[in-house]
């Protein structure tokens, strides 16, 4: 098991920035591609963004290009998502995941382990 611990969610305006973080305690992700993805109310979740732990390669769906980034913070076993240029459509719950194959994909069902989600609202 990978228990993941999300934090930094919250209430922000259109506009604005939140910084996310997914933390692993007591394992590092060497070997492992890492990802956020979310859900809003009454839709599936999506792929957000994703990143080989090895590498550094990352991948973002569409919708978020050159608004958020994911990072990595190899010594504190962590990484981030920074959420600039909020939009009212980003509200939903954030969930990050990892995969025991440091091969990035935008596929939910490919990940093996997930946090407990973190709520982001984006007020108009």
């Known amino acids: 098991q990978v228990p993941l611990v999300e934090s930094g969610g919250g209430l922000v305006q259109a506009g604005g920035s939140l910084r996310l973080s997914c933390t692993a305690s007591g394992r590092t992700f060497d070997n492992f591609a890492m990802g956020w993805f979310r859900q809003a109310p009454g839709k599936e979740r999506e792929f957000v963004a994703a990143i080989n732990w090895n590498n550094g390669y990352t991948h973002y769906t569409d919708s978020v290009k050159g608004r958020f980034t994911i990072s990595r913070k190899n010594a504190k076993n962590t990484f981030d998502l920074q959420m600039n240029s909020l939009k009212p459509e980003d509200t939903a719950v954030y969930y990050c995941?990892?995969?025991?194959?440091?091969?990035?994909?935008?596929?939910?069902?490919?990940?093996?382990?997930w946090g407990q989600g973190t709520q982001v609202t984006v007020s108009s």
């Open positions: 995941a990892a995969r025991r194959w440091a091969v990035v994909t935008i596929k939910a069902a490919d990940y093996d382990y």
